[in-house]
Nanobody, 131 residues
């Protein structure tokens, strides 16, 4: 059974940091790209960042580039999202997702990411940034 389990969300003041974690199981880790999306009520899910589990290539949305850092720990099958300089507009439910990427170019993987496509999704973790 595929599982993506997020943790690390919470309430934080603007300007502070949080680190989210996503533990993956049930699939061949290095055949997938793992991503973070976020969603607020009434809005579409937005891609935040994605990382290739095999070679560590990364991509960020313009809204978080320079503030967020995605990383992976292959041995722990865990993806992290370090979120610095948080803003109230970063408030959302953050979801971890996995997309099969073996054999695909990174440009194809990121295009699917920008189209909000993934094969598996986690349950989400709430991040609230107060002003």
């Amino acid at each position: 059974e595929v599982q993506l389990v997020e943790s690390g969300g919470g309430l934080v003041q603007a300007g502070r940091s949080l680190r989210l974690a996503c533990v993956a199981s049930g699939f061949t880790f290095d055949e997938y790209a793992i991503s973070w999306f976020r969603q607020t009520p009434g809005n579409m899910r937005e891609g935040v960042s994605i990382i290739s589990a095999s070679d560590g290539s990364t991509y960020y949305s313009d809204s978080v580039a320079g503030r967020f850092t995605i990383s992976r720990d292959i041995a722990k099958r865990t993806i992290y999202l370090q979120m610095n300089s948080l803003k109230p507009e970063d408030t959302a439910v953050y979801y971890c997702a996995a997309a099969f990427s073996r054999g695909s170019s990174w440009s194809t993987v990121t295009a699917l990411f920008r189209n909000n496509e993934a094969d598996y999704w986690g349950q989400g973790t709430q991040v609230t940034v107060s002003s």
